[in-house]
């Protein structure tokens, strides 16, 4: 009898170590990579526009502005305050996978440099490339017509 009852609270001991493992390791992490990384791009946006906006013009309301700033940016991508301090807790404790996230942020920053740039450079393409200024009177093309 007194094995079973030693093998009885060895088995519980393990289960539940099990169970602490479980619930330390994944759940600590609401929000996905993905979805964290977007968050945070747009996180990284508003502060870009306190430090360099907010701060010349209303530097006595900078921070109620960001505060505002962040509460919007949270309610455009449907992520409660605490599911999202709870990821960045998640990434503090775990540094390979912020660092992760950080360099996933670059390249994402990277991408929407490189479409602005493109999109700015589009209006300049068609002025040159248009039917119209194909047409129009060159000074070689005047000469020519004489």
């Given at each position: 009898?007194?094995?079973?009852?030693?093998?009885?609270?060895?088995?519980?001991?393990?289960?539940?170590?099990?169970?602490?493992?479980a619930?330390?390791?994944?759940?600590?992490?609401?929000?996905?990579?993905?979805?964290?990384?977007?968050?945070?791009?747009?996180?990284?946006k508003?502060?870009?526009?306190?430090?360099?906006?907010?701060?010349?013009?209303v530097?006595?309301?900078?921070?109620?502005?960001?505060?505002?700033?962040?509460?919007?940016?949270?309610?455009?991508?449907?992520v409660?305050?605490?599911?999202?301090?709870?990821?960045?807790?998640?990434?503090?404790?775990?540094?390979?996978?912020?660092?992760?996230?950080?360099?996933?942020?670059?390249?994402?920053?990277?991408?929407?440099?490189q479409?602005?740039?493109?999109?700015?450079?589009?209006?300049?393409?068609?002025?040159?490339?248009s039917?119209?200024?194909?047409?129009?009177?060159?000074?070689?093309?005047?000469?020519k017509?004489?």
């Open positions: 009898m007194r094995k079973r009852v030693r093998t009885g609270w060895a088995h519980a001991a393990i289960w539940a170590c099990l169970l602490l493992m619930a330390c390791s994944g759940a600590d992490q609401p929000l996905g990579f993905e979805k964290m990384k977007l968050v945070m791009w747009d996180m990284a508003v502060e870009g526009f306190g430090n360099s906006y907010l701060i010349s013009q530097p006595a309301k900078k921070d109620s502005i960001l505060a505002m700033k962040y509460a919007e940016v949270l309610a455009l991508h449907k409660s305050e605490a599911d999202f301090f709870a990821s960045m807790q998640y990434y503090r404790q775990h540094p390979k996978e912020y660092r992760r996230l950080l360099d996933s942020m670059a390249v994402h920053a990277e991408r929407k440099r479409e602005y740039y493109e999109y700015q450079a589009k209006p300049l393409k068609k002025v040159i490339s039917p119209d200024s194909a047409n129009a009177a060159t000074p070689d093309s005047a000469s017509k004489r």
